[in-house]
């Protein structure tokens, strides 16, 4: 497995700066926080500059943009209620989805993370869940041919797991699989192990946090037990992506997110068994694929 953190940790950097950083802590890659064309939230947001020159930015770093993160959900009612579904259209989602499929495949990013998100309490469960699906087969679509695929992940009416194979059942394409978030499934009493093989091969990437007293925290240091994932995931031998977020872009706080993110980065590899070093080199204790 390969560790990426994302830039929600950093969003006054510029590009330049999280690729220097990404090789000097020892990550692997990077995923890109987006807000959609023209935002400026995010110095380091992706959208903000040609996909060439951030390549070329990450190029000599050995470090990869391993995801393009968007805010992009699926749940939007249909309205008018009656009318909306005769004259039909792309729905926001899916025009966001695309968009983000185009600029990943420009980065040569494999990855999209989307959301699912919030069924009203007014409307069942079955009738919200066949219009996301509907929905996300489009989404899905954009992705054909690009080398990009979509990694959903859980929150909402989706927050763990089991909630989120009933729409990767439903929807059974390998280009849609799920970008899982331990501490968000434990909040409704999911545990890791458990979500991690529900989801099996169907886990594109994986989320780490840790927060002490509701506030971010490098990991290891707070009360949501990110080695015990880390350890189901080296045990499983997981091939794919583990994405470090230090939601400092959300929640004010004064420490710094260079000393956050390095000293994750050395507690990650201390956990997960000598995976790799700090450098990115492997070691003789578990394979990297």
């Not at 990077?30 to 995010?42: A, C, K, M, Q």
């Not at 579904?85 to 695309?98: E, K, M, S, Y």
């Not at 350890?231 to 977020?245: H, K, N, Q, S």
Request: charged residues 20%.
């Amino acid at each position: 497995m390969k560790l990426a953190f994302s830039t929600v940790a950093c969003p006054e950097w510029t590009l330049e700066r999280v690729a220097q950083f990404a090789e000097e802590a020892g990550y692997q890659g990077v995923e890109l926080r987006t807000f959609g064309s023209g935002t400026t939230r995010f110095a380091c947001d992706p959208a903000l500059t040609d996909p060439e020159k951030t390549r070329r930015l990450f190029a000599p770093t050995g470090c990869q943009v391993t995801c393009v993160a968007t805010s992009a959900r699926f749940d939007d009612a249909v309205t008018p209620p009656l009318v909306g579904h005769v004259l039909g259209g792309t729905p926001r989602g899916v025009i966001d989805t695309g968009w983000a499929v185009d600029l990943a495949a420009r980065l040569e990013a494999p990855l999209v993370r989307v959301f699912a998100y919030q069924i009203p309490a007014s409307e069942s469960r079955s009738s919200g869940i066949a219009r996301i699906v509907e929905r996300l087969e489009l989404a899905v679509a954009t992705a054909r041919n690009t080398g990009v695929r979509l990694a959903i992940e859980n929150g909402g009416s989706f927050p763990t797991a089991a909630t989120l194979s009933e729409l990767l059942d439903r929807i059974s394409n390998p280009l849609l699989g799920a970008a899982y978030s331990p501490s968000v499934a434990a909040l409704s009493g999911e545990d890791a192990a458990g979500g991690i093989n529900v989801l099996a091969d169907r886990l594109f990437s994986v989320k780490l946090k840790d927060y002490a007293s509701g506030k971010p925290c490098e990991l290891g240091r707070g009360e949501s037990h990110p080695e015990a994932t880390v350890r189901v995931l080296a045990d499983r031998g997981f091939p794919g992506w583990v994405v470090y977020e230090y939601d400092r872009a959300w929640i004010t706080t004064a420490v710094d997110a260079s000393q956050v993110l390095r000293n994750s980065a050395k507690r990650y590899f201390e956990w997960s068994g000598g995976a790799s070093t700090p450098d990115g080199t492997a070691r003789g204790v578990m394979s990297v694929r």
